[in-house]
C-alpha cells in the first residue's frame, strides 16, 4: 500500500503536516480507541517510510555546494609502487568487512522472513469471533441432527445427503475459510469493508445459532 496514500498526505507534504497527518491516523486506528491493530502498525510503518524518504530529500538539497567548498591540499603524486602496492593491513581487512556485510545482509533477510510470519493480520478480533461463531453453528447443528432435526440449508443439506456429516463440515470449513481470505485480500484496499463483511457475517451466522439454540431448547 502507498504510505502516503495511508497518512493522507501528499508526496510534497512538508514535516509538519506529515506528524499532523500522522497523530490523526494514530489516534483513529490505535487499539486502546477501539481500532485494529493491523491498521495502526501499517500507520507506523507508513510514518517511518516518508519520514525516512524526507530525511533523504532533506539532506540531498541541503547539501555543500561545489562552490562552496574549501579547497583540499593536493596529496603528493603517488609513485608507481604505492599506487599498485596494497597493505597487508588492507588485504587483511577486505574478507573481514565483506563477512561482516554478508552477515548482516543475512540478518536482515532472517528478520524481516520472522516480521512477515509475525506480523498482525488485518481484523484479527472479528474474524476470531465469524470464526468462533461457525463452530458454535456447527456444534448446534450436530445436536439438532442427532434430533432427527433437517438441515434448512439446501446447499448444507446436499453435502450432508451426500457425504455424510462430515462432507457437510467440510463444506462449511471451505466456506468459512473463503470469507476470511475475501475478508483479508479485501482489508489491504478498503478496511471498512472488509469489517462489513466479517460483521455482516457474524450476526447472520449468530442469528442463526440463536435460532438452533431456540429450536435444541424446545426439543429437549
Known amino acids: ?14 514535516s509538519a503536516e506529515l506528524k499532523a497527518a500522522y497523530r490523526r491516523a494514530a489516534q483513529k486506528h490505535h487499539p486502546d480507541r477501539g481500532g485494529d491493530a493491523w491498521a495502526f502498525q501499517q500507520v507506523q510503518q507508513a510514518f517511518e517510510s516518508v519520514r525516512d524518504r524526507h530525511d533523504v530529500t532533506r539532506s540531498t538539497t541541503e547539501g555543500t555546494s561545489p562552490m562552496s567548498a574549501k579547497p583540499h591540499r593536493s596529496a603528493p603524486y603517488p609513485s608507481r609502487a604505492s599506487a599498485g602496492a596494497t597493505s597487508p593491513a ?7 568487512a565483506s563477512s561482516a556485510r554478508d552477515s548482516t545482509s543475512s540478518a536482515t533477510n532472517k528478520r524481516g522472513f520472522l516480521d512477515t510470519i509475525t506480523a498482525q493480520l488485518p481484523l484479527q478480533n472479528e474474524t476470531s469471533y465469524f470464526i468462533l461463531v461457525n463452530v458454535l ?7 439438532l441432527l442427532r434430533r432427527d432435526a433437517i438441515e434448512a440449508n439446501p446447499f448444507a443439506a446436499y453435502f450432508l445427503h451426500r ?10 470449513m ?30 447472520i451466522v449468530g442469528l442463526v445459532v440463536v435460532y438452533s439454540a431456540i429450536l435444541y431448547s424446545q426439543h429437549t
Not at 5 to 14: M, Q
Not at 90 to 96: E, N
Open 174 to 203: 471451505v466456506l468459512v475459510a473463503f470469507i476470511c481470505v475475501l475478508a483479508q485480500v479485501v482489508a489491504r484496499r478498503k478496511l471498512s469493508y472488509a469489517r462489513f463483511i466479517l460483521v455482516a457475517g457474524i450476526v
Open 1 to 14: 500500500m502507498d504510505a502516503y496514500k495511508i497518512l493522507g498526505v501528499s508526496a510534497d507534504c512538508t
Open 163 to 172: 457425504w455424510g456429516f462430515n462432507g457437510m463440515i467440510a463444506f462449511k
Open 90 to 96: 588492507s588485504a587483511r581487512a577486505t574478507p573481514h
Open 137 to 143: 453453528d456447527i456444534v448446534l447443528t450436530n445436536m
